[in-house]
């Protein structure tokens, strides 16, 4: 298995509501990421988990939470979003080994918040 | 702090022409990864070339090529013989060997290749 996976690939939610994104590799990377991407931008960092622990979080709003409950495996929990959080979300992943190397991307979910 | 640069939003090619992409980063560490990625559109991001900043060499893989100029910080792509498929967004991207797990991204290039 070669491959991130992203479920749902796509999303309608209001305001109000309680969602969750779900990221999943099975290739043994040491890293997880997600990330914001608006169109035609290039993707926003918004947490990375390293060995299943949270090590960066580029002070992204409580609204989202991340959760990495063992290494193959990655969430975002969404809470009362904006409309302007509508976006796609990309979950990457980074190989094992010294130094840095290429992510992985997976296709994203599409976002949208009403 | 790493930055990167693209000063080319879009571009425009024939088929079976060849383009350059331009990339500038800026960085004080002396070894590094350099990577292209390409987008195309509401499809997957991969990974398209990428360049280790200890070797000389310049990256080839089929099609794709870089020239990497070290001393400029200058990682530039060439795509020869250009097919419609290479329709998309292309991002240079950033790697430090710092500690740091971040990757830095340029802003984009849309690419169309034109029939």
């Known amino acids: 298995d070669t491959e991130v996976t992203q479920t749902p690939k796509h999303l309608v939610m209001g305001m109000t509501n309680k969602k969750s994104l779900k990221c999943e590799q099975h290739?043994?990377?040491?890293?997880m990421y997600w990330y914001k991407q608006k169109a035609k931008k290039p993707p926003e960092l918004m947490f990375v988990?390293?060995?299943?622990?949270?090590?960066i979080n580029e002070s992204v709003p409580s609204r989202f939470s991340p959760e990495c409950p063992n290494s193959s495996l990655l969430n975002l929990h969404l809470h009362a979003l904006q409309p302007e959080d509508s976006a796609l979300y990309l979950c990457?992943?980074?190989?094992?080994?010294?130094?840095?190397?290429?992510?992985?991307f997976g296709p994203g979910t599409r976002l949208t918040v009403t | 702090a790493q930055t990167v640069t693209q000063s080319q939003p879009e571009m425009s090619v024939q088929e079976a022409e060849t383009v350059t992409l331009s990339c500038t980063y800026d960085?004080?560490?002396?070894?590094?990864?350099l990577f292209w990625y390409k987008q195309p559109p509401s499809r997957q991001m991969i990974l398209v070339i990428r360049?280790?900043?200890?070797?000389?060499q310049n990256a080839t893989e089929n099609r794709f090529s870089v020239n990497f100029q070290k001393a400029a910080k200058s990682f530039s792509l060439k795509i020869s013989d250009s097919q419609l498929g290479d329709t998309a967004m292309y991002f240079c991207?950033?790697?430090?060997?710092?500690?740091?797990?971040?990757?830095?991204f340029g802003k984009g290039t849309k690419l169309t290749v034109n029939p």
């Open positions: 988990y390293s060995y299943e622990k949270l090590s």
């Open positions: 360049q280790e900043a200890y070797k000389q």
């Open positions: 990457a992943s980074l190989p094992p080994g010294q130094g840095p190397n290429e992510q992985y």
């Open positions: 991207a950033f790697h430090g060997q710092g500690g740091s797990e971040k990757l830095v």
């Open positions: 960085t004080s560490e002396s070894n590094y990864y």
């Open positions: 290739m043994g990377h040491r890293a």
